[in-house]
């Protein structure tokens, strides 16, 4: 049973990794922001955000 509850975890948080990193791909490339592909890095994707935002 806790194989199960460990595939189910794993299986979601992959799931939520990948729309979050589709979604911040789409955002930069609708505003035009070069390196969007930094959205499948994690902590580049943090600075993508950064960069989207206009913040250092």
């Known amino acids: ?3 199960i509850f460990g595939l189910f ?3 979601m948080g992959l799931f939520v990794y990948l729309f979050m990193s589709v ?3 789409t955002i930069a490339n609708k505003t035009g922001t070069p390196d969007a592909w930094w959205a499948w890095l994690p902590i580049l994707n943090v600075l993508l955000l950064l960069r989207i935002g206009g913040k250092p």
């Open 1 to 3: 049973m806790e194989i």
């Open 9 to 11: 975890g794993c299986g």
């Open 23 to 25: 979604s911040i791909m």
